[in-house]
């Protein structure tokens, strides 16, 4: 079992700053990759951005340039660094983690809103 507690969500004026956190505990080895998703109200759930084995990445065509996903050394945690926030990039940010074996986790979600 894998536990993900985010953090780092809020409100934020419009060409501002945050940085998500998520932070893994429990059986961490088998983790192979990571990603933050974004759900909107009355829209789907979609991919922001993942980093796999540490080094590839992939960013939703909406965010790239603005924000970066990373993550740390213990491979514990995964960082998204979003910058030049727009009033669209308001959402329920949710971090996932998956196993080697394809099993995924969900973080409880962090509010991230806008404004104008």
């Known amino acids: 079992q894998v536990q993900l507690v985010e953090s780092g969500g809020g409100l934020v004026q419009a060409g501002g700053s945050l940085r998500l956190s998520c932070a893994a505990s429990?059986?961490?080895?088998?983790?192979?990759?990571m990603g933050w998703y974004r759900q909107a109200p009355g829209k789907q759930r979609e991919l922001v951005a993942s980093i796999t084995n540490g080094v590839n990445t992939n960013y939703a065509d909406s965010v790239k340039g603005r924000f970066t996903i990373s993550r740390d050394n213990a491979k514990t945690t995964v960082y998204l660094q979003m910058n030049s926030l727009k009033p669209e990039d308001t959402a329920v940010y949710y971090c996932?983690?998956?196993?080697?074996?394809?099993?995924?986790?969900w973080g409880q979600g962090t509010q991230v809103t806008v404004s104008s």
């Open positions: 996932k983690m998956t196993t080697s074996l394809f099993k995924a986790y």
């Open positions: 429990g059986r961490t080895s088998s983790i192979f990759s």
